[in-house]
T-cell receptor, first 116, second 109 residues
């Protein structure tokens, strides 16, 4: 079991550039979550997919952020244009099941994004 | 979604049991209680979860009160590697996890 795989592990970019974070969920899982963690705000849920369909994107900060899940084994989180305040660790998680599910979320090791 | 309340920090002596409390007085009947921990900036690690009954696995035990308004995570023999932030979470109706500030557990030699 390879677990949730995120890439890149670290990303340093300049303000205004486009950033794409990638996630491969655990095979067979049908729910995928993107979280962001900062010292000030802790872990925040950005968006949640079930069966490749976005269910709740109310945590996405603004239009500069977008997420896609073209198939069951891949998701991207894109920031365009990036700003210094987007600097954070971004985590992807996956689970089996949806509402009321007793199935735990499994997290990747995150992407540390630094925007200068 | 039900909120949880945890102490911000706790200390525990190495080799002793660590008992981490959590209050979730507004939990509804079909919501699970989950525990995760996070070491440094690694991804949160799943520990255990339960609905009504007490649960035990190779990592920990989860004791849920009969009224389900509180729970306790027990690490039976804490080691230095158990030093981490521990999150108690009630899983929301959409299936997502809403993290609070957690309890910073420091295991001391």
């Amino acid at each position: 079991d390879a677990g949730v795989i995120q890439s890149p592990r670290h990303e340093v970019t300049e303000m205004g550039q486009e950033v794409t974070l990638r996630c491969k969920p655990i095979s067979g899982h049908n729910s995928l979550f993107w979280y962001r963690q900062t010292m000030m705000r802790g872990l925040e849920l950005l968006i949640y997919f079930n069966n490749n369909v976005p269910i709740d994107d109310s945590g996405m900060p603004e239009d500069r952020f977008s997420a896609k899940m073209p198939n069951a084994s891949f998701s991207t989180l894109k920031i365009q244009p990036s700003e210094p305040r987007d600097s954070a660790v971004y985590f992807c998680a996956s689970s089996l099941g949806r509402q009321g599910s007793g199935s735990p979320l499994h997290f990747g090791n995150g992407t540390r994004l630094t925007v200068t | 979604d039900a909120k949880t309340t945890q102490p911000p920090s706790m200390d525990c002596a190495e080799g002793r049991a660590a008992n981490l409390p959590c209050n979730h007085s507004t939990i509804s009947g079909n919501e699970y209680v989950y525990w995760y921990r996070q070491i440094h900036s690694q991804g949160p690690q799943y520990i255990i979860h339960g609905l009504k009954n007490n649960e035990t696995n190779e990592m920990a035990s989860l004791i849920i009160t009969e009224d389900r308004k509180s729970s306790t995570l027990i690490l039976p023999h804490a080691t230095l590697r158990d030093t981490a932030v521990y999150y108690c979470i009630v899983r929301g109706s959409q299936g997502n996890l809403i993290f609070g500030k957690g309890t910073k557990l420091s295991v001391k030699p």
